[in-house]
């Protein structure tokens, strides 16, 4: 597609449960990021994909975040055990080497 | 960490004024770049200038460089109610790809 695409683009789940967010970078775009955003706060990283590269998972708060990512194509960030402090906005955005970002709408995730 | 931090954190100006946001960093840099955000959503890329430029243009927007005071700023001239929005900084962490965000600043245009 055009642009990167997020999903889904609002999620409300249980406090404890599992959650799975999927980001459809541009094609072609090597590298791969993952930014998650609280309200009215700045972007927070998370991790970081770049081609074969292993992934920089310096930013995921707790092992109950992961993120995987497929080659070049897509990526999924899981959440397990969600709390309340991971209600926020999840940003995914793709790029080519030394070239600024292309974003997605993010997806809002709450946590009740 | 935050690399970059805005200044100021808020600003409320009338259509047709200029809004200046100033960042500034702490480390050095290859590129630092701005963005834009509409309603807490996805970012848009407005103007990325590379450490040996000082100054850079696009259409109303006005982007200088000061790696000695590891500081920028942008400047939005004649500025419009659509201008409405959060504008960040972000600048690349080490040598790597990887863009730290500031805090941001935002931005009111009123009609």
């Known amino acids: 597609g055009a642009g990167v695409s997020q999903s889904p683009s609002n999620k409300v789940t249980e406090k404890g449960k599992d959650v799975e967010l999927r980001c459809d970078p541009i094609?072609?775009?090597?590298?791969l990021y993952w930014y998650r955003q609280r309200l009215g706060q700045g972007l927070e990283f998370l991790i970081y994909f770049q081609g074969n590269s292993a992934p920089d998972k310096s930013g995921l708060p707790s092992d109950r975040f992961s993120a995987e990512r497929t080659g070049e194509s897509v990526s999924t960030l899981t959440i397990q055990r969600t709390q309340q402090e991971d209600s926020a906005v999840y940003l995914c955005?793709?790029?080519?080497?030394?070239?600024?970002?292309?974003f997605g709408s993010g997806t809002r995730l709450t946590v009740v | 960490s935050q690399q970059g931090e805005e200044d100021p954190q808020a600003l409320s100006i009338q259509e047709g004024e200029n809004a200046t946001m100033n960042c500034s960093y702490k480390?050095?840099?290859?590129?630092l770049q701005w963005y834009r955000q509409n309603s807490g959503r996805g970012l848009v890329h407005l103007i990325l200038i590379r450490s040996n430029e000082r100054e850079k243009h696009s259409g109303r927007l006005r982007v200088t460089l000061d790696t000695s005071k590891k500081s920028s700023s942008l400047l939005i001239t004649a500025s419009r109610a659509a201008d409405t929005a959060s504008y960040f900084c972000?600048?690349?962490?080490?040598?790597?790809?990887?863009?730290?965000f500031g805090t941001g600043t935002r931005l009111q245009v009123f009609p």
């Open positions: 094609s072609g775009h090597t590298a």
């Open positions: 972000a600048t690349p962490e080490g040598g790597t790809d990887k863009l730290i």
């Open positions: 955005a793709s790029s080519l080497v030394r070239y600024g970002y292309t």
């Open positions: 480390t050095s840099i290859n590129n």
